[in-house]
């Protein structure tokens, strides 16, 4: 780290502290040049990528937008938000292991799929009808058909 007073690329670390939330370090460093003491502060950067929609515009990850998705298709069913929120998480904890700087509007979807498909079928289907842009009755019939099955399969 180089001091801000001298300038000097040669600077110890006196003491270390980590803040009680954990998410931040802060150090005391002393200049082997000129003596001086400052203080850094250490923070991880996290990234979620920016958001390629459709149209090929780019936005920021919005979390809130994210959330009102879930709740939107899961209106009047018997989810609380705990389940929303840890739904969310898992997005956000699969966006970050992408390690990319970008992601397609169309990953976010499918992702949020397949977090509903296991919350609550009846979501799951409002969803896809909406995501997916149905054309006709038979596209939705396939949908139903296929959460019937998989249900069925599981013992549901």
């Known amino acids: 780290m180089r001091c801000p007073f001298c300038g000097a690329d040669e600077t110890i670390v006196a003491d270390t502290r980590i803040n009680d939330d954990g998410d931040l370090v802060r150090r005391r460093r002393r200049c082997l040049k000129c003596e ?59 966006l970050l292991a992408l390690g990319e700087r970008e992601v397609g509007s169309e990953v976010i979807g499918e992702m949020v799929m397949r977090e509903l498909q296991k919350l609550d079928k009846i979501a799951y289907v409002r969803f896809a009808s909406v995501y997916r842009n149905f054309e006709d009755v038979d596209e939705f019939s396939q949908v139903v058909r296929e959460v019937s099955h998989s249900s069925q399969v599981l013992g549901h």
């Open 36 to 94: 001086k003491r400052f203080t850094t502060f250490e923070r991880a950067e996290v990234r979620v990528p920016q958001v390629i929609k459709k149209n090929g515009s780019r936005v920021e990850y919005d979390r809130e937008k994210l959330t009102a998705s879930f709740r939107l298709a899961l209106r009047k069913r018997p989810i609380g938000s705990q389940a929303v929120d840890a739904a969310v998480g898992r997005i956000e904890e699969a």
